[in-house]
Each structure stands twice: as C-alpha cells, then as structure tokens.
C-alpha cells in the first residue's frame, strides 16, 4: 500500500477510485466496514481502493485543549489498513483553512479533482466542510452533481451500542481490554522503544524491558497478560506479563510500561517492542515491601502462563 500525503490537491490519476473517508482512529469493526464495500467496489471495477483521512485530528486544530488521545500512530493506522487491501492511504493535512472549506469546495477540490472519486463511503454520522455543514444528504446531492456515488452505512454495533474511537478509549482507561478486543476486531496494541530503566525488575530477580512509548494511548493502571514482539524480527510473539503504572510500591511516578516476556533471555535495548493485550491480570497496587511484590509477580506471571496458554 502506497501512503500519500495531500500537500497539493492536483489530480492523482488513481483509475477508478473508491475512497472510505474518515479519521480511522484505531480502524475499529465500524471503520472496517467502511474499508471493506470500498474495496470491494474497487475490486469489482478494476479500480483503486483509497482511504481518506486526516492529520493531525481535526480536533487538535479546532478544540486542542478537548482533543482525545489518539488511539494508534499514523504508520499503525496505515500498517492495519494495508492488511484490509487498500491501495492507496491518502492523507490530507487538516488545518484552520480546511475547516473553513464550504462542503462543495471539500468535495469539488478533493473528492472529485484530487482523487478522482468514483464511488465515496462513509459512515452515516458523517460531517463535513464549514461548521460541519454537510451531512450524508449533502454528499449524495453533490456526489450527484460531480458524478461520484454515495454509500452511507450504519454503525456497527457490539456490546450494546455502537462501536466508536470514544467507547474503545473509555474501556482501555478501565483495563477492559476484551471489550477493546470485541470492539477493534483484534488485541489492542502500542509499539515502545526499550530503553534503560531503574534496574530494580533485574535486581528483584524479574527483568523487565521498559518502554518508551509511541502511543498516547494505554490501559488503565494493572497487569495485563500479553504477547509481545520485536518488530523486524521474524520470530513469533512471546508470552509476557505487562505491567502499566506508576510503581506505587516504591513511592509513585510516571506512568510506565514494563514487559517481563516469559522463558526469555537476550539484549532488547533500542528494539521497538509491540504489546498486544490479552487479558487484565489485577489492578495496580501498592505492596508493604519488595518481597511481598516478588511474590505477587510470580503469581502474576503464572496467571499469565495460565491464560496465554504458555508453558
């Protein structure tokens, strides 16, 4: 898949495009079923599969002091969208002057012109151009004018309402990573370089790679059973227990990330290291010393061993 940034709107001369357009924040179930009908059109044409989106978010530039964290990065959103077939990921530069955009001038410039748009998909909810003035009635009429079909789909709907960036944030905070997973299809993941900690996992006699995170976004506080991977390496996932906290048993801090991956030994400094969640172990906690935390982490990775099916 070719990723495409819109710095200039002069036509891109994909043959029959289908564009999903969106922000794809975590390219959840309801997004996917955006990607899946323009993809399929394509393929039924012999034309091009193009997912639109925006960066930064438009409401970093609208209402930053409101902006949710983002659920994955740019490269992981184009990573997952690759893994669905699309073609093409186009990324158009959102700012104020975009925002001001009358909804025929968005669709005229970049729907029609840039993209050459032959059939357009998105959600049903979906706003568009000054104020957020065009809804899904709005693209039909000009989709009608400029010679481009419309497909608005309904949300999809998992555990009891629709699926939304929103909902898979408000489960994360609270460690329900299986209602993330119900939601994005998939285990929720964040990459991290390792990089050098305090030293005090090795000392306790559990090593841990700590990570510095490319994620704004992680699980509430606990311990998670995970699989982790070193990306660029062949080798499959390892079992591991994650922990996401501040260490309150020595006195608090920044929220960290630490990996102990289970029957292994090796360097990972300076590897980027994905964790994808499987399940929340326990919450955070504080212990009356090290030797009561040692315990519980033993107990811990054994839980983890028990639930990832690792020996």
Known sequence: MQVVRLDSLEPRGWPAAAL????????????????????????AAGGTAVVLTFDPHPSRVLSPDRAPASL??????????????????????????????????????????ALGARVVVVGSSFRFGRGRAGDLSTLRRLGDELVFRVHGLRPVIALGGPISSTRIREALSRGAVDAARDFLGRRFFVDGVVVKGEGRGRRLGIPTANLELLNETVPGGGVYACWCRVLGDASAARAAAVNVGRRPTFGGGE????????????DLYGRTLRVEFEQRLREERAFPGPEALVAQIRSDLGEARRVLGSP
């Open 20 to 43: 999903a357009v969106g922000n794809f924040d975590g390219v959840h179930r309801g997004h996917q079923a955006l990607v899946a009908l323009a993809v399929r059109d394509a393929r």
């Open 255 to 266: 929220m960290t990330v630490e990996a102990h991956l289970l029957e292994y030994e090796g």
């Open 72 to 113: 994955m990065t740019l490269g992981q959103k184009a990573e997952v969208l690759s893994g669905l077939g699309v073609d093409r990921l186009a990324v158009l530069p959102f700012t104020v002057e975009l925002s001001r955009q009358e909804p025929e001038e968005f669709a005229r410039q970049v729907l029609q012109c």
